[in-house]
């Protein structure tokens, strides 16, 4: 057997950054961690880095600021892949040069794990954020690194979790709000699945310099439909309430931060349909369920099975 593959996540102990951590080491990968001191010694993370010292996983001091600590850490594995939060997406640019330096890494996975960077007209100050995302693409590929750029759509837990109802941690079970007229096709994906995908990916030479979409059949739906799912689940009918889209943009300009950026990136996915451009936009995406048919990804309906 082929000795696996050493991977460093950069942004590990983050919201998501935790999910490609335990893929990664579950699937039996010598699983790096890089973790600033001060983190490591967070009673606020003690529990997760309990959790990953169990599971195997190597934590790394360092800091994306740090030069010398990136190029020490990156010359210890094969693959890199960064999920840091969008407030450090400009932050990549250290490690596409740490990366560079060390010489050795034969694919890197840059923070996306959203809609597709290139192309896609979101509002402010959604529109930054992809600017700043696309900004690394080509900073990757004009120093000639290997990549692979996955695009997961919404993740589960920002949208299913609560039905998308922003001041809620639980479904409704009475009346729900739907951004325009809940009829735009989106894709929710449960981040353990992106987890399970994206390390796939990251190994396989199919994938190689390419773009990897999370788009399973059975998780692209609407809202209408998505709250279709949840009423027949607790057999109740929820009154629904829309909100058009000049509110919504009015909304957008009178927020501030992170609501607003939620909004805007709302606004595109579940107004715009962003999410549903792939097959015009994005021809040549390669699609990870027909990839890694031996993944059995969480569906939306057995995802709803969870909350009822």
Known sequence: MAEKSKILVIGGTGYFGKFIVKASANTGHPTFALVRETTAASTQKLELIESFNKSGVTLVHGDLNDHKSLVKAIKKVDIVISTVGLEQIDDQMNIISAIKEAGNIKRFLPSEFGTDSDGLKFLEPAASVYRQKSKIRRAIEAEGIPYTYIVSYAFAGYT???LGQLDAIAPPKDKVTILGNGNTK???????DVGTY?????NDPRTLNKTVGLRPPANIKCYNELVSIWENKIGKTLQRNYVAEDQIMKNILESSDPLKLLLALFHGM????VAALYDTKFPKTLEASELFPEVKYTTVDSYFDRLV
């Open 270 to 273: 579940f107004v715009k349909g």
């Open 160 to 162: 299913l979790r609560n």
């Open 186 to 192: 989106c894709i929710f994906m449960n981040e353990e």
């Open 198 to 202: 994206a390390i796939k990916a990251a």
